[in-house]
């Protein structure tokens, strides 16, 4: 089992649907991570997106499974860190609850402990600014980094 796995969750004041389509629409994506980027939204399909300044992650799509899951590998295509495109797995969960929608979201096999805690305070970061864009709210300029 390998021990380096983020996890993070975040209740999210609107339903499952609504949470799900910013994992499936360009702009939506966009509006809570990432300046630019190309997104084919179907399994198999490959992302490539600024993240921050020069970050640029990418992967694919493995898994779309509306309104509850998505999965997609992830990777750092440039940037400082050490975690090559396709290296690593991010599954998004998205359960309804009686105030919206619980989203837990698992990264798995990261390379290192360091690359744990700076992807963990990144999908905190993003995860917030999500959750603001979900329910209706602006998350403004991404300040990250």
């Known amino acids: 089992m390998n021990a380096n796995v983020v996890t993070v969750e975040r209740l999210i004041a609107a339903r499952p649907e609504t949470v799900f389509s910013f994992f499936t629409d360009r702009d939506k994506w966009l509006s809570w991570m990432g300046k630019d980027g190309e997104f084919s939204f179907e399994p198999g399909g490959a992302y490539r997106t600024t993240v921050t300044g020069e970050n640029v992650a990418e992967g694919r799509f493995v898994e779309i499974d509306p309104p509850t899951r998505v999965v997609f590998t992830w990777g750092w295509a440039e940037g400082g860190m050490p975690v090559p495109p396709g290296s690593t797995t991010v599954e998004i969960t998205l359960e309804p ?48 980094m």
């Open 97 to 144: 609850v009686a105030a919206g929608t619980l989203l837990r979201l698992v990264h798995r096999d990261l390379p290192s402990p360091e690359a744990c805690a700076a992807h963990e305070e990144g999908w905190v970061h993003y995860v917030d600014r999500l959750a603001t864009a979900a329910s209706g709210g602006d998350p403004g300029p991404d300040d990250w």
